[in-house]
C-alpha cells in the first residue's frame, strides 16, 4: 500500500475538498481509486437510482482488480442518526432520509482498503446570506465490515468481517 495509512490519506483528500467547497460551494460527487501509488479518478451520477447503481457497479469492479489498494469516495450526502425505532422505521419504509426527519447534510468520505473502512464528515452550514460553510472535519468512525450500496467496494477475506 501507500507510504501513508488509510486515515492519513482522507485527511489529505478532506483538505482538498474542503478548498473545493470553500471555492464553488458544493462538492460533485467523486471516487479516487488509488493502485501502485497512481490515483484514478471516476466523476459520479448520483441524478436517479438506476445511475448510482451503476457507480456502485463501476467502482466494485474497478476495485475487484487485484492491484487496487484502496478507494475514497466523496459525496454530499443527508444523513441522520437515529435512536428512536419508530422513526428507523419510518425511514427504512420510505428508502431515504426525507425531509421529515431529523437530518444533516454533510461531505461523507467513505474510504476503505484491503483490512479497514474509515467513514469522516464535514458538516455543512447553510446560510441564508452568503456561502455555505463548513464545521470541522472529523472522523465519524473506523469499521471493518458495514453494507449498503456505496460499501465493501475492497474484497477482504471473510474471516476480516466482523
Not at 108 to 131: L, S
Request: hydrophobic share 40%.
Amino acid at each position: 500500500m501507500g507510504d501513508i495509512t488509510l486515515e492519513e490519506w482522507v485527511r489529505g483528500m478532506a483538505v482538498l475538498a474542503k478548498q473545493l467547497f470553500d471555492n464553488d460551494g458544493y462538492i460533485e460527487p467523486v471516487a479516487f481509486i488509488e493502485t501502485e501509488g497512481k490515483l484514478s479518478y471516476l466523476k459520479l451520477d448520483f441524478s436517479d437510482a438506476d445511475a448510482k447503481d451503476m457507480c456502485a457497479d463501476a467502482i466494485r469492479s474497478m476495485c475487484a482488480k487485484p492491484d487496487v489498494e484502496r478507494v475514497l469516495m466523496i459525496t454530499e450526502s443527508w444523513i441522520t442518526e437515529v435512536t428512536d425505532e419508530k422513526l428507523f422505521d419510518k425511514i427504512q419504509a420510505v428508502g431515504i432520509v426525507a425531509s421529515g426527519v431529523p437530518r444533516r447534510e454533510v461531505i461523507m468520505f467513505r474510504a476503505e482498503d484491503r483490512e479497514e473502512m474509515i467513514t469522516a464528515e464535514y458538516e455543512i452550514i447553510r446560510n441564508k446570506a452568503g456561502k455555505p460553510t463548513l464545521k470541522p472535519f472529523k472522523i465519524v468512525r473506523k469499521m471493518d465490515w458495514t453494507e449498503g450500496r456505496f460499501a465493501n467496494f475492497m474484497p477482504r477475506p471473510k474471516e476480516t468481517r466482523h
